[in-house]
């Protein structure tokens, strides 16, 4: 009796086993995969561009405007509403919960509340403590102090990112994006990104010309170790890359020219000069008023000091920290600089790319910006 | 007396062949686990568009003219600057319409620049090492004749050269013909759980992901640094994978570079290409072995996964082998004084233990890719299963008596297309964008201006 009771669950667990097996063969057989979206093209704004065009499609293709009355045009689409406006100047503390299109300027007042997406087809001003779903403006836009903006941020003009302003999700600027202190976003992107204390009269570059360390040595010169650095410990991997093992502390200024791998922490004195590329398998960090014309690619942390010139692209495995007076500019293509973990920007940083995080790209005032701005009010 | 020697060998060789493959469970395991934790993510999605070297696309061609239009469209269509970019297909000695088709895309686009190939030894690697020879990129991007990439791939497959020790490139092969067989759909159960789970989860913890010679490419620089193709190879890119290991480069898995390919129909398909793949992969373990253990440049951990990877057609005779040894055991009258529940207890957990633990990497992948429909397939797997083994056990025989004996074994082998389309149709569900216009360096990083104010 217990061998047939056995045998009868040990059936029914085999039969439903290869049953739903079966089941599922027949849902697929004879169909192809459609899971590919071989048009996927990357667009660093395509949330704001994307949003356009769903907007244009829907006021083309809805039925006419309902409860029009002095300009104002308002379309029902599905559950939700859009009010089509002229101009529009809300003061203080109004909450709106429909899509909103202005085909003028926007402006409204203090700790609004904008439940869904915001159309500007003028220049936008967003009251501070105001919250956003998300906002597209094809002219300049201004976010006050203390924004929130739920999603992205889109602006075909200058978008100016006001103090301790939060966005969750992208900012992208076709013109440029000024970032205050103590605001956030995850990525931005614009031809220039700017924060506080803009200076362009500072920069010097001197790098390279008193460079007391060359890597990999010159031939026919003899290495010997100094200055933190130690021949022995370099190797070539082939096609001209070279590998270090351990860390390479360089205290004096530093010419890079082969791409190098650093198993270890990699930092160079001031004024260095870095031709190439650099990986290292710790953090890296460049001194002041150095030149990185190569990659860098940390899988810890990477700090670039103050008034450093980079011309390529930086990735970070940790946090990246870039300090005062740090210029990010390359001929051709934009430059870009991208943290697993936090980003911070400090003050008179401009940067012709993008910046972005997993986690958050911070700007914060530095000292250096404070006593800046003072001697130029003196 | 000998009753006993039998029963000895046959207990040494199951508990072997547990400690073998429980040790391959516990890699599953850890695999799987990590994928689905989404554990320490390292990918350079971030950088797309932003890393723009100049590239050499090489289309290795043989017969090929159902597909060829296919994929050069495609790469016509992708969004790469054209100033940066080249195109060789390689003609290697096709005898149908080829030639014709290659020759009428390099008369409409200057950056298509066609290798016709009429003798020398045949085959891919051969093909490529001539090709090479004429490619002028700094890195060489590689695609398969039957694989038709979206538009953004070559970018996505560019960026993480960003990182100088990144030698080589792997994305990622998604089935197209998941329905026209029931082979078919159990093969993409198999790819979607080696890509999305087992290549990303080797990658994001430090170790080096495989090349595999399509949907993927190598740096210019590292491949002359090891001395490029070898022609020798069935397996050219397992066996570049571990040529630039060895020398320090690793191989990076972009996930979201996904490219449509067509897999296997039939089991005769299958079993010539996974004895090409066994052949080579296993020539490899025997080339690499020694020089993987004595390694500068890699750690303990990352020698024991590599090893483990060559090493991982072996599993299939030490299956065998442990079956057998099993069924000895079961008829010998003799055997059954050890105690039998213990030991039932020991072997049944071993095989739950370790069947869930493949079964977990599809199951993880499928739920990563929200196809769980085709998870359901899991159970039917077992066919594949016992095809493999049987396959793999064939392949490894012939390639042992040929290394024994000093002959040559399997020539390179061409994997048959069933496609039927000839007429440069896109297949697939989102076909590629026949007559995309060029965009100019800005449209590249910013959506066509199509603002409500016109």
Known sequence: ?378 | MAVTAVIAVSWVLIVLSMLVLGAYAVRHYYLGYSRMRLEHPRETNELVGFVMPRVTVFIPMHNEEKVARDVLQALVDCDYDWELLEVIPVNDRSTDGTRAIVDEFAGRYPFIKPYHRTEGVGGKPAALVEATELATGDIYLMFDADYVPGRAVLKMLTAPFVDPEIGAVMGRVVPHNIGDSLLSGLLSLERCAGYQSVQQARFNLGFTAQFGGTVGGVRAAALRAVGGWNPESLTEDTDLTFALLLNGWRTAYVNRAECYEEVPQDWAVRRRQLSRWVTGHTECLHNYWPDLLRARFLSRKEKTDALFLLAMYLTAPIIVIGWVASLVLFFIPEAHAVPVLPVAMLIIGYLLFSNQATFLEIGVATLLDGTRLRALLMPLSLLNFFANTGAICNALRKFYWNRFWGSGGDGWYKTHRTRMDAEGQSFGAGATPAGAAKQSVKGLYYASNEGMGD
């Open chain 1, 1 to 378: 009796m217990a061998f047939l009771i056995f045998s009868a669950i040990f059936l029914a667990i085999f039969y439903l086993h290869f049953s739903l097996a079966h089941r599922a063969w027949l849902a697929i057989r004879g169909k192809q995969s459609s899971e590919l979206d071989m048009g996927y093209v990357r667009l660093e704004d395509y949330f704001g561009q994307s949003f356009r065009r769903k907007l244009k499609h829907w006021l083309a293709t809805l039925p006419a405007a309902t409860n029009s009355t002095a300009g104002l045009r308002v379309y029902d689409h599905g559950k939700e509403r859009i009010y089509v406006a002229p101009t529009v100047q809300y003061p203080g503390g109004r909450v709106e919960k429909e899509i909103l299109v202005t085909e003028g300027a926007f402006a409204c007042g203090p700790n609004c509340d904008f439940r869904n997406e915001l159309m500007v087809k003028g220049d936008g001003d967003i009251g501070e403590g105001t919250s956003l779903q998300a906002i597209a403006a094809d002219g300049a836009l201004q976010l006050g102090e203390g924004v929130t903006v739920r999603r992205w941020v889109d602006a075909a003009g200058k978008l100016t990112i006001g103090a301790d302003t939060a966005i969750h999700s992208r900012a992208t600027s076709r013109t440029a994006i000024e970032f205050l202190p103590g605001a956030y976003a995850q990525s931005l992107f614009a031809p220039e990104i700017v924060t506080e204390g803009r200076n362009d009269d500072s920069i010097e570059l001197s790098a390279g010309r008193g460079a007391l360390v060359q890597v990999p040595h010159r031939a026919g010169e003899t290495a010997r170790a100094a200055n933190g650095f130690d021949p022995a410990k370099l190797f070539s991997m082939g096609g001209g890359t070279y590998f270090y093992e351990g860390n390479l502390d360089v205290t004096a200024p530093l010419h890079l020219r082969a791409p190098l791998v650093v198993r270890g922490h990699f930092s160079c004195g001031k004024e260095s000069l870095l031709e190439s590329d650099v990986k290292a398998h710790g953090n890296i960090t460049i001194g002041p008023a150095s030149v990185v014309k190569g990659n860098l690619v940390a899988d810890g942390n990477l700090v670039l000091k103050p008034d450093v010139y980079f011309q390529s692209l930086l990735q970070a495995g940790g946090e990246m920290r870039l300090s005062f007076g740090v210029r990010g500019l390359r001929e051709k293509l934009p430059v870009a600089a991208h943290a697993t973990r936090a980003l911070t920007l400090e003050s008179n940083i401009v940067i012709n790319g993008k910046v972005s995080s997993a986690h958050r790209v911070i700007a914060i005032s530095t000292p250096m910006a404070w006593l800046q701005s003072k001697k130029a009010r003196a």
